[in-house]
């Protein structure tokens, strides 16, 4: 926490209190008077508008368990028979919490762009950007398996082939992968057994992703934020309290994103999702094209790039893995891609290569655009995307010449007016 | 911030690409508008109640409807028919008793003791299990309606395609399959389900017209409705709660630029 506490009691309650448990002064500290940069632009809204969705999620998704059946006989009917028909608002609350999803999904990548294009990971906010990458990895976790609590024929076929990955380890020990997939099931198939213990983890994992907010956020006050100029903060005149400047500021973007949810949830609730998951699970049927949810697209177009299934769940893994390494990959001292011209081009055609693959793992692995198969497509994008990370950063920091930096938040441009 | 919705809205679109593309060479679907369509769409109680009726007399002989319960229609954003009249639908159907004062599942020449319906039951099929309703139907199992708007790429314009999609004339290097019939607009062209509807086939109480097309429309419609029964409602809220949020941004704006006005 940088500054000294300037919190002072009000009466003698407070007094007695803040002598005994400070909570108060911590909340005084971190909400209310906390330094904050005072050029924060718009893309810095979403760490509070993902506040925002964990909380939505977490009270939608209580009151969704109170009707909710997970037993495979059952799980189908109390979604598409109870709660989407008899339960009053059942349909809001579902349909609230599977859109909630994807806009957390989205914020949170809007979240992590953000993070890449100032250098938010560069020390001294290692930690606080691993802490983010572990929330990222939680949150698939997480809505992976609340996707297959409904038990339609994506829920349950999206479960097959995640948790068959790792039979692919039978390449490295033999019956090693097979062991721990039917470890996982809790069964010889997937089945009712995972469908429960799915439950159970749905309903643990938001919690621990609520913790490790907390340490995210405990370990964003300690250096305090990064900001679009990538500059420390040198003084008062640099930053603003947090209240009421930044809680005002974030208030109206969460108002605006409140705004694109709504329209999902009451006007096109089913807009990203897959039809198939309104037929019931049926083990003896596989779907022509089993897709996952838009938000792990990217993720499974590098899966299906490569013909080696074990090497494929490999470059999968490090996908995600390698995000936990940035703050080390990249060599430059200049956090702000505004001062970095080829950084920022690179950046630039990373984020289209997470949306060209993104795409093509929407397609059927077969299909070709251009007279391209969509194969080599996704080919590419995973090359680029491990090279964006494990070349261009160390590399472009060594030879890219950045732009020179202004002296100073509060004066951005040498000697010009704030 | 408005690029981040565009980019948001155009990651949506391109992502809800797949389901479309999966179709492959079917047939493009026919235009059709339905009055439930877009932010304010309601559904028309009349297309309801024809629906209704053309399930009643056609679907219902193959295809089950089983997570509809006979009080939802009457129910507010439903076909609108008046409690009494949905008692007596739900009456004219025979459902598998309860076990009776003596413990018996069974009459005296050993049929299934039946009751008739009530408001709280659902929709009896037309089959004691699968297998009956496959033995019946060549090997194939009609799917039950009750989500089948739902659960088509394509939605209400699928189903309709595919009801009105028959007698069409098979491509000359295409043969269909013993016993399946031509289909464009469904996935593997060879259909289990012979045409279903003909001109004329229901004669609606109030004497309305009753081409393919009508009946298509309205069973269509009843359908969306079982799939979605409380879209009516969804538009209603949805439409009180984008005021609401547009407002109170609005007032968050003026309140974000009034408290930053001498830090800039």
């Given at each position: 926490?940088?500054?000294?506490?300037t919190?002072?009691?009000?009466?003698?309650?407070m007094?007695?209190?803040?002598?005994?448990?400070?909570?108060?002064?911590?909340?005084?500290?971190?909400?209310i008077?906390f330094?904050?940069?005072r050029?924060l632009?718009?893309?810095?809204?979403?760490g509070a508008i993902?506040t925002?969705f964990?909380?939505l999620?977490?009270?939608?998704?209580?009151v969704?368990?109170?009707?909710?059946v997970?037993?495979?006989?059952?799980?189908f009917?109390?979604v598409?028979?109870?709660?989407?028909?008899?339960v009053?608002y059942?349909?809001?609350?579902r349909?609230m919490?599977?859109?909630?999803?994807?806009?957390?999904?989205?914020a949170?990548?809007?979240?992590?762009?953000?993070?890449?294009?100032?250098?938010?990971?560069?020390?001294p906010?290692?930690i606080?950007?691993?802490l983010?990458?572990i929330i990222?990895v939680?949150?698939?976790?997480?809505?992976?398996?609340g996707?297959?609590?409904?038990?339609?024929?994506?829920s349950?076929?999206?479960a097959?082939v995640?948790?068959n990955?790792?039979?692919?380890?039978?390449?490295i020990?033999?019956?090693?992968?097979?062991?721990?997939?039917?470890?996982?099931?809790?069964?010889?198939a997937?089945?009712?057994a995972?469908?429960?213990?799915f439950?159970s983890?749905?309903?643990?994992?938001p919690f621990v992703?609520a913790?490790?907010?907390?340490?995210?956020?405990?370990a964003?006050h300690?250096?305090?934020?990064?900001?679009?100029?990538g500059?420390?903060v040198?003084?008062?005149q640099?930053s603003?309290?947090?209240?009421?400047?930044?809680t005002?500021?974030?208030?109206?973007?969460?108002?605006l994103?409140?705004?694109?949810?709504a329209?999902?949830?009451?006007f096109?609730?089913d807009?990203?999702?897959?039809?198939d998951?309104?037929?019931?699970a049926?083990?003896?049927?596989?779907?022509?094209?089993?897709v996952?949810?838009?938000y792990l697209?990217?993720f499974y177009?590098?899966l299906?790039?490569?013909p080696?299934?074990?090497?494929?769940?490999?470059v999968?893994?490090?996908a995600?893995?390698?995000?936990?390494?940035?703050?080390?990959?990249?060599?430059?001292?200049?956090?702000?891609?505004?001062?970095r011209p080829?950084m920022?081009?690179?950046?630039?055609l990373?984020?289209?290569?997470?949306?060209?693959l993104?795409?093509?793992?929407?397609?059927?692995?077969?299909?070709?655009r251009?007279?391209?198969p969509?194969?080599?497509?996704?080919?590419?994008?995973?090359?680029y995307?491990y090279?964006f990370f494990?070349?261009?950063?160390p590399?472009?920091?060594?030879?890219?010449t950045?732009?020179?930096?202004?002296?100073?938040i509060s004066?951005?441009?040498?000697?010009a007016?704030? | 911030?408005?690029?981040?919705?565009?980019?948001g809205?155009?990651?949506?679109?391109?992502l809800?690409v797949?389901a479309?593309?999966?179709?492959?060479?079917?047939?493009p679907?026919?235009?059709?508008?339905?009055s439930f369509?877009?932010?304010f769409g309601t559904?028309?109680?009349?297309?309801?109640?024809?629906?209704?009726?053309?399930?009643?007399?056609?679907?219902a002989?193959c295809?089950s409807?089983?997570?509809v319960?006979f009080?939802t229609?009457?129910?507010?954003?439903?076909?609108?028919?008046t409690a009494?009249?949905?008692?007596?639908?739900?009456?004219?159907?025979k459902?598998?008793?309860?076990?009776?004062d003596?413990?018996?599942t069974?009459?005296?020449?050993?049929?299934?003791l039946?009751?008739p319906g009530?408001?709280a039951?659902?929709?009896?099929?037309?089959?004691?299990?699968?297998?009956?309703?496959?033995?019946?139907?060549g090997?194939?199992?009609p799917?039950d309606l009750?989500?089948?708007?739902?659960?088509r790429?394509?939605g209400?314009?699928?189903?309709?395609?595919?009801?009105?999609?028959?007698g069409?004339?098979?491509?000359?290097?295409f043969?269909?399959?013993?016993?399946?019939?031509?289909?464009?607009?469904?996935?593997t062209?060879?259909?289990s389900?012979?045409?279903?509807l003909?001109d004329?086939?229901?004669?609606?109480?109030?004497?309305?017209?009753?081409?393919?097309a009508?009946?298509?429309?309205?069973?269509?419609?009843?359908?969306?409705?079982?799939?979605?029964?409380?879209?009516e409602?969804?538009?209603q809220?949805?439409?009180?709660?984008?005021i609401?949020?547009?407002?109170?941004?609005?007032?968050l704006y003026?309140?974000?630029r009034?408290?930053?006005?001498?830090?800039?």
């Amino acid at each position: 926490m940088s500054g000294q506490s300037t919190y002072v009691p009000q009466n003698g309650f407070m007094r007695w209190l803040d002598s005994r448990l400070p909570l108060v002064r911590f909340a005084h500290d971190t909400m209310i008077t906390f330094p904050t940069p005072r050029n924060l632009n718009f893309w810095y809204a979403f760490g509070a508008i993902l506040t925002f969705f964990l909380g939505l999620q977490i009270v939608t998704g209580i009151v969704l368990a109170m009707h909710y059946v997970p037993n495979a006989n059952m799980a189908f009917d109390s979604v598409e028979n109870n709660i989407m028909r008899d339960v009053n608002y059942g349909w809001l609350l579902r349909y609230m919490h599977a859109n909630g999803a994807s806009m957390f999904f989205l914020a949170v990548y809007v979240h992590m762009f953000r993070g890449l294009y100032y250098g938010s990971y560069k020390a001294p906010r290692e930690i606080l950007w691993i802490l983010g990458v572990i929330i990222y990895v939680l949150m698939i976790a997480t809505a992976f398996m609340g996707y297959v609590l409904p038990w339609g024929q994506m829920s349950f076929w999206a479960a097959t082939v995640i948790t068959n990955l790792f039979s692919s380890l039978d390449q490295i020990v033999p019956h090693l992968g097979s062991t721990i997939a039917t470890w996982l099931w809790g069964d010889f198939a997937v089945g009712d057994a995972t469908l429960n213990r799915f439950f159970s983890l749905h309903y643990l994992l938001p919690f621990v992703i609520a913790a490790v907010v907390g340490l995210h956020i405990w370990a964003l006050h300690v250096p305090g934020n990064n900001n679009p100029l990538g500059i420390d903060v040198k003084g008062p005149q640099d930053s603003l309290p947090f209240h009421p400047y930044y809680t005002a500021k974030d208030a109206f973007y969460v108002g605006l994103f409140a705004i694109v949810f709504a329209g999902l949830v009451f006007f096109a609730p089913d807009l990203v999702g897959n039809p198939d998951n309104y037929i019931p699970a049926n083990p003896l049927v596989t779907p022509a094209d089993i897709v996952p949810e838009w938000y792990l697209l990217p993720f499974y177009a590098m899966l299906r790039s490569i013909p080696q299934k074990l090497i494929g769940v490999i470059v999968l893994a490090g996908a995600m893995f390698t995000l936990a390494f940035i703050p080390w990959l990249d060599t430059s001292r200049v956090r702000s891609c505004r001062f970095r011209p080829l950084m920022k081009q690179f950046f630039w055609l990373f984020v289209i290569d997470c949306i060209v693959l993104g795409y093509c793992g929407a397609q059927s692995v077969d299909a070709v655009r251009f007279g391209i198969p969509l194969v080599m497509v996704a080919r590419v994008g995973t090359a680029y995307y491990y090279a964006f990370f494990w070349v261009l950063m160390p590399v472009l920091g060594l030879l890219e010449t950045p732009k020179p930096l202004p002296d100073s938040i509060s004066k951005p441009v040498l000697g010009a007016a704030k | 911030m408005r690029f981040a919705l565009l980019a948001g809205l155009a990651l949506g679109l391109s992502l809800s690409v797949p389901a479309a593309a999966a179709t492959g060479d079917q047939a493009p679907l026919k235009e059709v508008h339905w009055s439930f369509e877009g932010p304010f769409g309601t559904y028309n109680r009349t297309d309801l109640q024809h629906g209704f009726q053309v399930y009643k007399e056609v679907c219902a002989a193959c295809h089950s409807l089983n997570r509809v319960a006979f009080h939802t229609l009457s129910q507010a954003g439903g076909p609108g028919f008046t409690a009494a009249q949905m008692k007596a639908i739900a009456a004219g159907y025979k459902i598998p008793a309860e076990p009776n004062d003596k413990g018996e599942t069974v009459d005296d020449k050993g049929n299934p003791l039946t009751r008739p319906g009530s408001p709280a039951d659902y929709f009896p099929g037309p089959f004691a299990n699968e297998q009956a309703a496959r033995a019946a139907n060549g090997g194939s199992l009609p799917p039950d309606l009750s989500l089948i708007v739902k659960q088509r790429a394509g939605g209400a314009r699928y189903v309709y395609s595919l009801i009105t999609g028959f007698g069409e004339k098979p491509p000359a290097d295409f043969k269909v399959a013993d016993g399946k019939y031509f289909n464009p607009y469904f996935l593997t062209w060879n259909i289990s389900m012979p045409q279903p509807l003909v001109d004329g086939q229901v004669t609606f109480v109030d004497g309305a017209p009753n081409k393919i097309a009508d009946e298509a429309y309205a069973v269509v419609t009843f359908l969306a409705w079982t799939s979605e029964p409380h879209l009516e409602e969804r538009h209603q809220i949805g439409l009180g709660v984008m005021i609401f949020l547009i407002v109170l941004s609005g007032l968050l704006y003026l309140t974000y630029r009034r408290v930053w006005k001498d830090a800039h």
